[in-house]
């Protein structure tokens, strides 16, 4: 079993900053990678940057030079998201995929005001 929690969320204004944490428990003494997925209303998720477990990073062109995702020894993903606009307004998700398995936290919103 893996366990994702994620906390950062909130309210900003267009052009501000937040920072999303990402901890990670359970069965994870190996797995392939870690990142940050968004949905927003009416539209598919999305994936907006990942980490291997190698530290090997992989941004949505959309977020590139805005967003930088990192992860500690703990097993913690963070995702630093800068000079947000409301079009990052959505309800990001923490993955660790692991076998093949994509794990799931359960979501915090981010909404972003103009």
Known sequence: QVQLVESGGGLV??????RLSCAASGSISWFSAMG????????RRESVATI??????????SVK?????????KNTVYLQMN???PED??????????FGVF?????TQVTVSS
Do not use: H, M
């Not at 291997?52 to 062109?61: E, F, K, L, P, V």
């Not at 307004?89 to 692991?98: D, F, P, S």
């Not at 794990?103 to 979501?107: F, P, R």
């Open 103 to 107: 794990n799931w936290g359960q979501g």
């Open 89 to 98: 307004t959505a309800v990001y998700y923490c993955n660790l995929e692991r």
């Open 13 to 18: 204004q267009a052009g501000g900053s937040l």
């Open 83 to 85: 000079s947000l606009t």
């Open 36 to 43: 940050w997925y968004r949905q927003a209303p009416g539209k």
């Open 52 to 61: 291997s477990s190698s530290g090997s990073s992989n941004y949505a062109d």
């Open 65 to 73: 030079g805005r967003f930088t995702i990192s992860r500690d020894s």
